[in-house]
């Protein structure tokens, strides 16, 4: 059975960093695309990041861009989430999802309910940002 597993999650004061990873039970090739989503209480779920494995792309939520980097080692098999300048708003819970399915990656950080379309899922680790 496939599966992510998240990790590094934690409280941190606004402005700071913290670094999530998300471990693949097989290769991070295996899958067309993979990345983070994030959920805040009372809110949508909303994709934040990701990378294409058919072209290598990355992509940004527009909220993040400038501030998350995604990154990968295809080595380890894990997916990288640096996050720096938080802000109180990217309180949330961060998911790992991936598809092996061929999609409009873009969609991954722009469209609503793109989440409904990812068939694997982690189990989420807590981002707190707070003073």
């Known amino acids: 059975q496939v599966q992510l597993v998240e990790s590094g999650g934690g409280l941190v004061q606004p402005g700071g960093s913290l670094r999530l990873s998300c471990a693949t039970s097989?290769?991070?090739?295996?899958?067309?695309?993979i990345g983070w989503f994030r959920q805040a209480p009372g809110k949508e779920r909303e994709g934040v990041s990701c990378?294409?494995?058919?072209?290598?792309?990355?992509y940004y939520a527009d909220s993040v861009k400038g501030r998350f980097t995604i990154s990968r080692d295809n080595a380890k098999n894990t997916v990288y989430l640096q996050m720096n300048s938080l802000k109180p708003e990217d309180t949330a819970v961060y998911y790992c999802?991936?598809?092996?399915?061929?999609?409009?990656?873009?969609?991954?950080?722009?469209?609503?309910?793109?989440?409904?379309?990812?068939?694997?899922w982690g189990q989420g680790t807590l981002v707190t940002v707070s003073s």
């Open positions: 990378i294409s494995n058919n072209d290598g792309r990355s």
């Open positions: 999802a991936a598809t092996r399915y061929p999609m409009d990656v873009d969609a991954y950080v722009s469209v609503r309910d793109i989440y409904r379309y990812l068939e694997v």
């Open positions: 097989g290769s991070t090739l295996d899958y067309y695309v």
